[in-house]
């Protein structure tokens, strides 16, 4: 069985972190929770252990024949914290030990998890980016807090997380194994696109794909699992926000390539997933074109949209930087692929089959990996995120070699 310990510290959140508990309880983990002293200002010790069927205590000094402050911290297969207050990110950083939880950070040796929440002005202060830093050096992993509403009116970065995202993103980290602590992808910074664009025609129609985003989203998450600072720039998906990750939505392949090259700038890695339309009409009509009875359409003028791939192979923000695309081909598929990686002039580029219910909205995929350097990595049928983590594999090996 694996043992969790949820950490909770004293924010307006805490109560979101019962939903976290019971997804841990419920996939077979045995949770232990430790509150700070101000966390139970918003959830009663009672909840907790209800919840956790295990006692629940903030001191020290409770039980000490068990020397709790050490055997919580040795015991554990996974230490998250969440909510994670600006305070206790703060103690944390500094190595402060005043109460259960922080002395569990001090003796823990697995995997660290931090879901911060707070106000933005709080998150965005000098004092706490510098601190969370402090903590990724370290091999912690801090996700990105979510946007969106916070206490009272306010709304920006600093929002709790969705719990089930949170989960996930847990269960990748275990999904690792142990080694998981030594995150490979910590200290980088890795831009992903994903989804579909869409051309506008008129102000109802465009032109588009069947892109649902499922694959760019699972190299996000498996991303952010290996601690990158991601940033997803994201097309047209259903898909729900992923955690710990900073999200752009754009529309059209001019806005994309624009998110994209923006975020690139400083880029270690570049993964371009996003379905991106080849074409776009040559002419917005901006009202709703109208269909004449018994008369044929106007034949529709399409143009080329720029190349991103190419681009981004052609002008690296770094020399070291690798980039990753991908290929959807309906026939000749590894033919076809290997003329498009040396047409683009990627590092890498991932090759599979599209149509007839393969890859597009499907939970599995398959793909090889072809690589400049001639190498080709087959990965068998299996769920996305089994891909994403062999594509970062790849990167990761590519960035230590480049990068020393």
């Not at 009663?44 to 001191?59: D, F, K, M, R």
């Not at 000094?61 to 969440?82: F, K, N, S, T, Y």
């Not at 500094?94 to 931090?114: K, M, Q």
Request: hydrophobic content about 45%; glycine content about 10%; charged content about 20%.
């Amino acid at each position: 069985m694996v043992n969790v310990v949820l950490g909770v510290s004293g924010g307006i959140a805490a109560y979101k972190a019962c939903e976290l508990l019971r997804r841990f309880s419920e996939s077979g983990h045995d949770v232990r929770v430790v509150p700070t002293g101000s966390a139970l200002h918003f959830v009663g010790a009672a909840t907790w252990s209800a919840l956790s069927g295990h006692p629940v205590s903030t001191e020290v000094w409770e039980g000490v024949h068990e020397v709790p402050h050490v055997r919580i911290g040795q015991r554990a297969d996974l230490l998250v914290i969440a909510p994670a207050t600006a305070d206790l990110l703060a103690k944390a950083a500094h190595g402060l030990a005043d109460d259960l939880l922080t002395n569990t950070l001090l003796t823990a040796r697995c995997p660290v998890v931090f879901a911060p929440a707070m106000h933005t002005e709080m998150w965005e202060h000098p004092a706490t980016r510098e601190n969370v830093a402090t903590l990724r050096r370290r091999g912690a992993l801090v996700i990105e807090p979510a946007v969106g509403r916070l206490t009272g009116a306010d709304t920006g970065k600093g929002r709790f997380p969705d719990p089930e995202a949170i989960f996930e993103l847990c269960a990748r980290v275990l999904a690792r194994g142990a080694a998981a602590g030594e995150l490979d992808l910590a200290g980088r910074h890795v831009v992903v696109s994903a989804g579909g664009t869409r051309e506008p025609l008129d102000p109802v129609r465009f032109l588009g794909n069947l892109s649902t985003g499922r694959q760019g989203y699972a190299l996000a998450s498996v991303a952010a699992a290996r601690g990158a600072r991601v940033t997803l720039v994201a097309a047209h998906t259903e898909l729900p926000d992923p955690a710990g990750v900073d999200l752009v939505r754009v529309g059209t392949a001019e806005q994309l390539r624009a998110a994209v090259l923006a975020a690139a700038a400083d880029a270690d890695a570049v993964v371009m997933a996003a379905a991106v339309a080849d074409f776009r009409p040559a002419d917005y009509v901006p009202v709703k074109i109208k269909k004449v009875d018994r008369a044929e359409p106007e034949p529709l003028a399409l143009v080329r949209n720029p190349d991103i791939l190419a681009e981004l192979s052609r002008h690296r923000a770094a020399p070291g930087q690798v980039v990753v695309g991908f290929a959807a081909e309906t026939n000749d598929v590894l033919v076809n692929g290997r003329a498009k990686l040396a047409r683009k002039g990627c590092d890498l580029l991932v090759v599979n089959q599209v149509g007839g219910g393969l890859a597009f909205g499907s939970a599995d995929n398959e793909a090889v990996i072809l690589a400049a350097d001639g190498s080709e990595t087959e990965v068998p049928f299996g769920p996305k995120a089994a891909l994403a983590d062999t594509v970062w594999d790849l990167v990761a090996t590519r960035l230590t070699t480049r990068n020393g």
